[in-house]
Nanobody
């Protein structure tokens, strides 16, 4: 499985960005996709995930500001980020996992910088 993420960049506090990640290869029909992030000097943390059935899970720090969605026909997951804060600055990694195995696949990461 290969994951190709895009959409990062520099945005001012309070602004918005949309990340996209397309999966290719041997995609299992029942799966989880989503986003993790890693800020400098910190561990990688969950941002949001969504199952192939549409169930979502969010980190408390992004609830109400970020929305994860997906297009199963395109094997693509999105992250709409609104009301961005400087503490959202991180490298964002796309994630894919089959429902029946802990093996995860990761995208190359896309940098989001929130700064004035």
């Amino acid at each position: 499985v290969q994951l190709q993420a895009s959409g990062g960049g520099l945005v001012q506090p309070g602004g918005s960005l949309r990340l996209s990640c397309a999966a290719s290869g041997s995609i299992f029909r029942i799966n989880f996709m989503g986003w993790y992030r890693q800020a400098p000097g910190k561990q990688r943390e969950l941002v949001a995930t969504i199952s192939s059935g549409g169930s979502t899970n969010y980190a408390n720090s992004v609830k109400g500001r970020f929305t994860v969605s997906r297009n199963n026909a395109k094997n693509t997951v999105y992250l709409q980020m609104n009301s961005l804060k400087p503490e959202d600055t991180a490298v964002y990694y796309c994630h894919y996992r089959r429902y029946d195995t802990p093996t995860a696949y990761w995208g190359q990461g896309t940098l989001v910088t929130v700064s004035s």
